[in-house]
């Protein structure tokens, strides 16, 4: 079989935000950029992540914001129209691989498409197609998790539920992280009657504070969502229409439709047969602080298949900018993972920075904790909102907020503000004497500060 060779001075492999990053820098520095992927340009956060999850989570924060006025102003809570909300996500998605093919194209950057391998230490195979370069960026993402108990072929993805065209009455999602539970809160506000999530330990959501994380299960109970923990799925049998999921209690749990979402793994299918002599383990690619292969400095990884402390689109896209950065001007700048806000999109939603009560302790700091319920707060009453609370670490030496987790109306955004103090050392007294606009949600930062 004839070869096509080309050269490069850098080729990307994958297309999400940390590879959009990578290439555009690398391009606007003046390199010749290649890009490969072997599923439709723009990678999970637009096409199958972040950007469509969060049409089906506005659409349920929507019903539950009303649903929580019902005799209180509202007379009844709104219907979703499943159909109706997938159509509106699927316009948004629709022809975007396309486009952004015709962007790079228009831009100077070589495009590819197929499984990308590595034949060499500096080369990469795309079908027929060999590519040499300079430096290889690995942007490859991760891959859902899968067991391999009797029946798992029964089990759908998130992909999956993403692309539902009509919502099943009765769905499992098996896992206890953010995936599941966000999923769970769109499912029970869209009308399903039965949403069970299964958890194989007590302890769900383990990246979040377990105070923060206790509320949550409340507001999942109060939704009508069925949290199981200390139940593992052994098997799975279809008869009919019908799931039934076999747990290691020896319960049986029944449903039309199962997601399975117990975590992502880094895709490094680019690496099959070692010739790019790349070290990696289930954690991604070994990078040293300027995402560098610790085994070959002609390879960078950026995003989920780095073995990287986050797998967060806006962490892959600093990395993104960092390699891009690193190529170019010769390992300039290194990674700071000191401060990075997240945020679960659930009903409420929780937002997190920085370290836990526990994490704080072990570092040794003298701290204080700001903790309490927020249900009683105007801004939760004039929403209606039944579950919330705050818990923030404060350094009593410094007076430097070291963590802060929120579950309330709006948490995602007032995260970013506390992050933001963290990351310029403003202090929880500056916080609490700043003059916000009244009222919004931010505004209350100043109770939890002070």
Same mark, same amino acid.
């Given at each position: 079989?004839?070869?096509?060779?080309?050269?490069?001075?850098?080729?990307?492999?994958?297309?999400?935000?940390?590879?959009?990053?990578?290439?555009?820098?690398?391009?606007?520095?003046?390199?010749?950029?290649?890009?490969?992927?072997?599923?439709?340009?723009? =990678? !999970?956060?637009?096409?199958?992540?972040?950007?469509?999850?969060?049409?089906?989570?506005?659409?349920?924060?929507?019903?539950?914001?009303?649903?929580?006025?019902?005799?209180?102003?509202?007379?009844?809570?709104?219907?979703?129209?499943?159909?109706?909300?997938?159509?509106?996500?699927?316009?948004?998605?629709?022809?975007?691989?396309?486009?952004?093919?015709?962007?790079?194209?228009?831009?100077?950057?070589?495009?590819?498409?197929?499984?990308?391998?590595? @034949?060499?230490?500096?080369?990469?195979?795309?079908?027929?197609?060999?590519?040499?370069?300079?430096?290889?960026?690995?942007? @490859?993402?991760?891959?859902?998790?899968?067991?391999?108990?009797?029946?798992?072929?029964?089990?759908?993805?998130?992909?999956?539920?993403?692309?539902?065209?009509?919502?099943?009455?009765?769905?499992?999602?098996?896992?206890?992280?953010?995936?599941?539970?966000?999923?769970?809160?769109?499912?029970?506000?869209?009308?399903?009657?039965?949403?069970?999530?299964?958890?194989?330990?007590?302890?769900?959501?383990?990246?979040?504070?377990?105070?923060?994380?206790?509320?949550?299960?409340?507001?999942?109970?109060?939704?009508?969502?069925?949290?199981?923990?200390?139940?593992?799925?052994?098997?799975?049998?279809?008869?009919?229409?019908?799931?039934?999921? @076999?747990?290691? !209690?020896?319960?049986?749990?029944?449903?039309?439709?199962?997601?399975?979402?117990?975590?992502?793994?880094?895709?490094?299918?680019?690496?099959?047969?070692?010739? =790019?002599?790349?070290?990696?383990?289930?954690?991604?690619?070994?990078?040293?602080?300027?995402?560098?292969?610790?085994?070959?400095?002609?390879?960078?990884? /950026?995003?989920?298949?780095?073995?990287?402390?986050?797998?967060?689109?806006?962490?892959?896209?600093?990395?993104?900018?960092?390699?891009?950065?690193?190529?170019?001007?010769?390992?300039?700048?290194?990674?700071?993972?000191?401060?990075?806000?997240?945020?679960?999109?659930?009903?409420?939603?929780?937002?997190?920075?920085?370290?836990?009560?526990?994490?704080?302790?072990?570092?040794?700091?003298?701290?204080? /904790?700001?903790?309490?319920?927020?249900?009683?707060?105007?801004?939760?009453?004039?929403?209606?909102?039944?579950?919330?609370?705050?818990?923030?670490?404060?350094?009593?030496?410094?007076?430097?907020?070291?963590?802060?987790?929120?579950?309330?109306?709006?948490?995602?955004?007032?995260?970013?503000?506390?992050?933001?103090?963290?990351?310029?050392?403003? !202090?929880?007294?500056?916080?609490?004497?700043?003059?916000?606009?009244?009222?919004?949600?931010?505004?209350?930062?100043?109770?939890?500060?002070?």
């Amino acid at each position: 079989m004839s070869r096509h060779s080309h050269s490069f001075d850098a080729v990307v492999i994958g297309t999400g935000t940390s590879a959009y990053y990578a290439a555009d820098g690398l391009n606007q520095g003046g390199k010749k950029v290649a890009i490969v992927d072997e599923r439709p340009y723009g =990678g !999970t956060c637009a096409l199958r992540g972040c950007q469509p999850k969060k049409y089906l989570v506005a659409n349920a924060e929507a019903v539950a914001m009303a649903s929580h006025l019902v005799g209180r102003g509202i007379v009844a809570a709104p219907r979703t129209d499943w159909p109706a909300l997938q159509a509106l996500k699927n316009e948004f998605l629709a022809g975007r691989p396309e486009a952004e093919v015709r962007d790079w194209q228009k831009d100077g950057v070589a495009t590819f498409h197929g499984s990308a391998r590595f @034949t060499g230490t500096n080369e990469i195979r795309v079908g027929d197609d060999l590519l040499q370069a300079e430096h290889i960026v690995l942007a @490859t993402g991760a891959t859902p998790r899968r067991t391999t108990i009797p029946g798992n072929e029964h089990l759908s993805i998130s992909d999956d539920f993403l692309d539902l065209p009509e919502l099943p009455d009765r769905l499992i999602f098996i896992g206890g992280g953010y995936i599941s539970f966000e999923f769970a809160h769109v499912a029970i506000r869209a009308g399903a009657s039965e949403v069970t999530i299964l958890h194989h330990s007590d302890r769900p959501m383990k990246a979040f504070d377990a105070e923060i994380v206790k509320v949550i299960l409340d507001a999942s109970k109060a939704a009508g969502i069925r949290v199981v923990l200390n139940e593992e799925p052994v098997a799975v049998e279809r008869s009919g229409t019908e799931l039934r999921i @076999t747990g290691s !209690t020896g319960n049986t749990h029944v449903a039309d439709f199962a997601v399975e979402a117990i975590g992502r793994v880094p895709n490094l299918s680019v690496l099959d047969g070692g010739h =790019g002599r790349v070290d990696a383990d289930r954690h991604g690619v070994a990078v040293n602080s300027y995402l560098q292969s610790v085994s070959n400095p002609s390879v960078y990884a /950026i995003g989920d298949c780095a073995a990287t402390p986050y797998m967060l689109a806006p962490v892959a896209d600093a990395e993104g900018k960092a390699a891009a950065r690193n190529i170019l001007g010769g390992n300039v700048e290194e990674m700071d993972y000191r401060v990075v806000p997240s945020a679960t999109f659930t009903l409420p939603p929780i937002g997190s920075v920085g370290l836990t009560e526990d994490e704080a302790r072990a570092k040794g700091h003298d701290i204080r /904790i700001n903790r309490g319920d927020t249900t009683g707060w105007a801004s939760s009453k004039r929403i209606g909102e039944t579950h919330g609370a705050y818990k923030v670490i404060i350094d009593n030496r410094s007076d430097q907020i070291l963590g802060a987790h929120l579950a309330r109306h709006n948490a995602a955004e007032a995260i970013n503000v506390l992050a933001l103090a963290m990351k310029h050392r403003i !202090t929880a007294a500056d916080l609490a004497g700043f003059m916000w606009a009244y009222p919004t949600i931010t505004s209350d930062l100043k109770h939890m500060v002070k």
